[in-house]
DNA sequence: CTGGATCCCTCACGATACTG
DNA sequence: CAGTATCGTGAGGGATCCAG
C-alpha cells in the first residue's frame, strides 16, 4: 500500500491541490513560457537557461499527467515534438499574471547574473496592461532590449503581444532594465529620455502614453 | 562576492521573483492561513500538521525578510509572539484564492490520511463564493465538519467567513466530504440530503440557495 | 541537431529530539 | 509555548552521454 507520496500534504484542500500540481520549482516557469505558445523541449532550455534536464523532462511528464500539458507530435515531414498547455492549463494565465504583478513590485535593479527572456517580457507585458488607459485606441509599439524585439498591438483598446518587429509601427522604444523604472514610476518618461536610458524613434508623447498604458 | 544563491532563477522577472519569494514548499500554505488571521507559531503547527517544525521556521523568517510577513510580540501581559501578514503579503488573497479554485477542479475524492482544516475551509468558502448570487440576501449558513464548525454571513450580499457557530443562523449544514461533491455539482442538493451525506437543520431550500452561491 | 536519459554530488527538506 | 539542534534522505543541480 502507497502511504503517502512524501511531497504530498496530506490536506484535502484547493489550494494544496493546486501546489502538488505546479509547487515544484520551475513549474510555473514552464508554464509561464508555455502561455505565451507551445514550445518544443530544447525552446524550453533556452527559455530557462538555468534549468537542468532532467527536471525539465520530469515536470513535463508531471505536468502532462496532470492535465496541465499536452506532448504533441506534429505531422509528418516535421516530426518534432512540442508541448502545449491543456484548456486546464490555460486557465494559469490570470494567475501567472496576477504571480508577475506581485513580484514585481519587489524586483531591484538586475543582478549580474540577471537574464531577461523574451517570453518573460511577453508576459510582464500583458500582465502590465492597463485595459482602461487603451479604450478605443489603435497604436503599435515596438520594443527592444538588446537582442529581443517584442512588439505590443493595440487594435481599438485590444492588446496583442507578440515576438519580433512591428509592422507599421508607430514608435520603436530602445531601453535596457530602465524600461522596468520607467514602467514602475520609478522615473517619467521624460528623465528617462533625458538620461538616455530609454531611447524611441517617433513620436516621444507615444512614450508617454506607454506608460500610462503599461504599468506595474 | 556572492555569486547567485542556488535557489534564484537567474532572471529578471515579476515571476520568477514571486516565486523566489513563495514558491519554496509550504510558504503558500502558511500564507493561506494567515490570510485567515494572525496566527502564533502553534496555532500555523496545527494547520499544517506535517510541516516540519524548522521548515516552518526558516520559511517565518524568510518571509518576513521579505516583507510579506511581520513578527509582532503583543504587548504584555500576554506577551506572546503573532506572525501577521504585511500588507503586501494581504494582496496575495486573490492570487491564493484562484489556485484554490484552480487546483479544486482536481479534488478528487479525499485520501485517507487527508485531513480538513478549519483555515483551509474558511478559505474554500471565501474563493467560491459567487456574489452574483447573493445579492441583496442576507443569510447566515453555519456549516459542521466533523469537528470543523465555520459560519458564513451574507448581510446585504456581502460574505463574511468565521470560524465557530453562527448567531441566528437560519440553517446548520452538516457533512463531510460530501461538500465538496455538492459544490463542485458532482451531486444536487436533493441528491445530497436523500443518501444522507449532508444533513440540514433548518429549511432544506437554503441548502439549495447554498449550492448556487457557493461552488467551483 | 532534437529530445531526452544517466550519473554523481550537494543541499533543502523531513523526522525527531531537545531546550530556554 | 516557541522555537533550535541533529542527522538521514531524496529532490534538484550540473555534466555528460545517447538514440532517432
Not at 138 to 156: A, E, F, K, S, T
Request: net charge negative; hydrophobic share 40%; charged share 25%.
Amino acid at each position: 500500500m502507497q502511504i503517502m507520496s512524501a511531497r504530498r500534504y496530506g490536506q484535502f484542500c484547493g489550494v494544496t491541490r493546486a501546489l502538488e500540481i505546479v509547487g515544484e520549482r520551475w513549474a510555473l516557469l514552464i508554464i509561464r513560457d508555455l502561455l505565451v505558445s507551445p514550445k518544443r523541449f530544447t525552446d524550453l532550455r533556452q527559455g530557462l537557461p538555468r534549468i537542468p534536464t532532467n527536471i525539465l523532462s520530469t515536470r513535463l511528464k508531471e505536468l502532462e499527467e496532470a492535465g496541465v500539458v499536452r506532448r504533441r507530435v506534429l505531422p509528418r515531414p516535421s516530426g518534432a515534438v512540442v508541448y502545449e498547455l491543456t484548456e486546464y492549463g490555460q486557465q494559469l494565465d490570470e494567475i501567472v499574471m496576477a504571480l508577475g504583478r506581485w513580484g514585481a513590485q519587489r524586483l531591484g535593479e538586475p543582478g549580474p547574473e540577471d537574464i531577461v527572456t523574451e517570453d518573460s517580457m511577453i508576459m510582464a507585458m500583458r500582465s502590465t496592461f492597463h485595459p482602461e488607459a487603451a479604450v478605443g485606441r489603435n497604436v503599435r509599439y515596438q520594443l527592444n532590449l538588446g537582442q529581443i524585439v517584442i512588439h505590443m498591438d493595440i487594435d481599438n483598446g485590444d492588446l496583442q503581444v507578440g515576438s519580433g518587429e512591428a509592422e507599421d509601427r508607430d514608435i520603436v522604444i530602445e531601453a535596457g532594465p530602465a524600461i522596468k523604472a520607467l514602467m514602475a514610476g520609478e522615473i517619467t518618461p521624460d528623465e528617462a529620455l533625458a538620461e538616455g536610458s530609454v531611447k524611441v524613434t517617433g513620436d516621444p508623447d507615444l512614450l508617454k502614453q506607454f506608460a500610462e498604458t503599461f504599468y506595474i
